[in-house]
């Protein structure tokens, strides 16, 4: 079967395309893999309510000493967690506090921290 001169080596020519334009293509469909998906924060999150806080938030819990003393932690919301005795529960990077003595922070303690005795920090 002679070639035709649409066909120049025996291949056919809708089967092929310049490699620049292979490299686009699938890096087009790569990035669709790699892009996030923006979801409403309003969505149940199977069935259970929405947490109070989220990871990377900026907390504070107050809290008073044995000797009446006023106390602020400061920390950043690093896991949560849904347990259906306790509700949310949060892991605390706890990173400063009001008090002068600050040689131990940063502190994670791996217990989690029920919301109700924690507050959100501005990021102002």
Sequence with gaps: MPLSADC?????QLLMF??????QKIASAALL???????PATLPLNGYPLPK????DLIAADWIGEFGED??????VVGLCHRPKDGWVYYINWTHSNT??????P???GEPTTGDNLRLVSHD
């Excluded at 120049?8 to 056919?12: A, D, E, N």
């Excluded at 893999?33 to 979801?39: N, Y």
């Excluded at 806080?53 to 990377?56: A, D, L, T, V, Y």
């Excluded at 002068?100 to 922070?105: A, E, G, L, P, R």
């Design 53 to 56: 806080f989220n990871i990377g």
């Design 8 to 12: 120049p080596s025996g291949r056919s």
């Design 107 to 109: 502190c994670f303690e």
């Design 33 to 39: 893999f790699f892009v996030p998906r923006i979801q």
């Design 71 to 76: 106390y602020i932690e400061f920390g950043e």
């Design 100 to 105: 002068s003595d600050d040689f131990c922070y």
């Design 18 to 23: 310049p490699r620049r334009e292979l490299l």
